[in-house]
């Protein structure tokens, strides 16, 4: 990741010794997509100095440029992923320790030069959340699309249990029944997405939801007329047990 990418880059230096061109290359490309062009609330000095050393390295003139065609390529890659490999893609799964209970979460975040095409999905996008919060046996699931141009945020809440929890950890303004709330300037899983989670469920501020009645069989299977090797949910054809 980005942030091991600075570690190396400072050993390097520590060493007087600098990367092959190709490698800081790739160092540089990490922190930037780790730091959101530094630009995020994740990004330290240290990210900073050595940007600009690995971009001399690499000889790299224009470190704007090369943030934004980084972006739009991993943007244009999402359109060819299904709503699982959306859901799961990026995804990190934690628990919770509270007075009567141990709560199961888990938050994914979607990162995109343009949110309007991802949450132009956001039907399919909520039904597999639900599908997969229920597979993982999670309490809650959270997906962020995150807009890395504009620095913003939104949040898909497919059931009442996450529903529930964003109104008391953001409180941000909703539409789509709760389904969709928006999260402004927040754009860093660990440092403005899960910690407010966190506080909500520890204080006692959200209930445990009850187990939901499971949702009708499914599998996930491999397009086979895909080139990208799309993963598809389909009704499971699998006799029950």
């Known amino acids: 990741g980005g942030s091991m990418s600075t570690i190396i880059a400072h050993q390097f230096m520590m060493l007087g010794q600098k990367p092959p061109k190709p490698i800081a290359g790739m160092m540089l490309c990490a922190i930037l997509s780790d730091t959101l062009n530094l630009l995020g609330p994740t990004t330290t000095e240290w990210d900073k100095s050595m940007v600009a050393l690995l971009a001399a390295i690499a000889e790299v003139d224009d470190i704007e ?12 890659q999402l359109a060819n992923l299904s709503p699982n490999q959306l859901v799961c893609g990026d995804q990190k799964e934690f628990t919770i320790e509270t007075k009567g209970f141990t709560a199961k979460l888990a938050f994914g975040v979607i990162e995109t030069t343009d949110d309007a095409i991802i949450l132009d999905r956001q039907a399919a996008l909520l039904e597999e959340i639900d599908a997969v919060r229920n597979e993982k046996n999670l309490d809650a699931l959270f997906i962020a699309v995150v ?14 249990p996450e529903i529930e929890l964003a109104k008391v950890a953001f409180g941000g303004e909703t539409r789509e029944n709760g389904q969709v709330m928006d999260l402004g300037k927040r754009v860093s899983r660990k440092k403005e997405f899960v910690p407010p ?3 909500a469920v520890s204080s006692g501020a959200w209930a445990k939801p009850t187990p939901k009645r499971a949702n009708a069989a499914t599998e996930l299977v491999v397009n086979p007329d895909d080139p990208y090797g799309q993963i598809l949910r ?3 054809i699998r006799p029950s047990t």
Not at 65 to 76: E, R
Not at 147 to 160: D, Q
């Open 65 to 76: 440029k090369l943030a934004a065609q980084q972006f739009k390529a991993k943007s244009k």
């Open 197 to 199: 989670v966190s506080s």
């Open 234 to 236: 389909r009704p499971s």
């Open 147 to 160: 807009n890395i141009v504009e620095l913003r945020s939104t949040l898909l809440c497919a059931g009442e």
